[in-house]
């Protein structure tokens, strides 16, 4: 986006910035629609649009509104609205480099990364993975620290 250089979203975190074009390119080739249809259940609504129920409010009829040949999506009941990108960060509450990191690897887009940064090894899943094994081991640790606890408090 011209004249948009101070935005927020070319920044990824501790891997440095993120390549503008390469941003362009991951909102024009990830899927939006298979993004979404993942948490919402899409159905025709006209020419080149499809409709929900919006996944960030309770509601009985849709008015979330996907527009794969534009990109967006917006809902008219709560008034949210964006690109793939927003709506995976709102969906799986992710900042934007991370967002954008796993659309890439999704897409199959390489990012490249400015200001001295490096892309990362691993991906987005990769370090999901590693993080919920930490936690299993961890829950498993205090799990058996609980019951030595019982069974040395009952002698």
């Known amino acids: 986006m011209p004249g948009c250089g101070s935005r927020r979203e070319y920044h990824s975190g501790v891997a440095g910035t993120i390549n503008r074009d390469d941003i362009a390119a ?6 939006i629609e298979e993004i979404i249809g993942q948490h919402v259940t899409l159905k025709p609504a ?5 409709k929900g129920l919006c996944p ?7 008015s979330f509104h996907v527009r794969p040949g ?19 960060m709102r969906m799986d509450g992710l ?17 490249r990364y400015e200001a001295g940064g490096a892309p990362r090894r691993e991906g987005t899943a990769g370090q999901r993975k590693r993080l919920l ?3 299993r081991i961890a829950q498993e640790y205090f799990a058996a620290q609980a019951r030595g606890a019982r069974c040395a408090h009952r002698a």
Do not use: K, N, Q
């Open 95 to 111: 900042p934007f480099g991370e967002a954008v990191e796993y659309l890439a690897e999704r897409a199959g887009v390489t990012l």
């Open 133 to 135: 094994e930490a936690h």
């Open 26 to 31: 991951v909102r024009e080739r990830a899927p």
């Open 70 to 88: 534009a990109g967006r999506w917006h809902c008219f009941g709560c008034g949210e609205g964006g690109d793939v990108i927003e709506f995976v």
């Open 56 to 62: 960030f409010h309770d509601e009985r009829s849709p």
């Open 46 to 50: 006209g020419v080149g649009s499809v």
